[in-house]
């Protein structure tokens, strides 16, 4: 069974940076795609990006170009990196896997824009 876990979160000033982290238990972390996912308060889960084992990337429109997704297959870890960030991309950001038609997600890590 496939573990997640987000962490890098907090309160940042808008026009500031993150970087996110998921890092997986399970074995041949390699083969598989990774997704984030995201859901402001109120308001239902979003797709916002995703890497396939071959490090493909592709993002929702409404990130695009602020936001980078990566993969450290040593580290069995993706990353999401945010720049400039917008008081509109406060949320909770999960990473989610699927594995033999199963969909894994982790808890979450919060990510609050605000001055």
């Known amino acids: 069974q496939e573990q997640l876990v987000e962490s890098g979160g907090g309160l940042v000033q808008p026009g500031g940076s993150l970087r996110l982290s998921c890092a997986a238990s399970?074995?041949?972390?390699?083969?598989?795609?990774m997704d984030w996912y995201r859901q402001a308060p109120g308001k239902q889960r979003d797709w916002v990006a995703t890497?396939?084992?071959?490090?493909?990337?592709s993002y929702a429109d409404s990130v695009l170009g602020r936001f980078a997704i990566s993969r450290d297959n040593a580290r069995n870890t993706v990353y999401l990196e945010i720049y400039n960030l917008k008081p509109e991309d406060t949320a909770v950001y999960y990473c989610?896997?699927?594995?033999?038609?199963?969909?894994?997600w982790g808890k979450g890590t919060l990510v609050t824009v605000s001055s």
């Open positions: 890497i396939t084992s071959g490090r493909y990337a």
């Open positions: 989610k896997t699927q594995r033999d038609g199963t969909d894994y």
């Open positions: 399970g074995s041949n972390f390699n083969n598989y795609a």
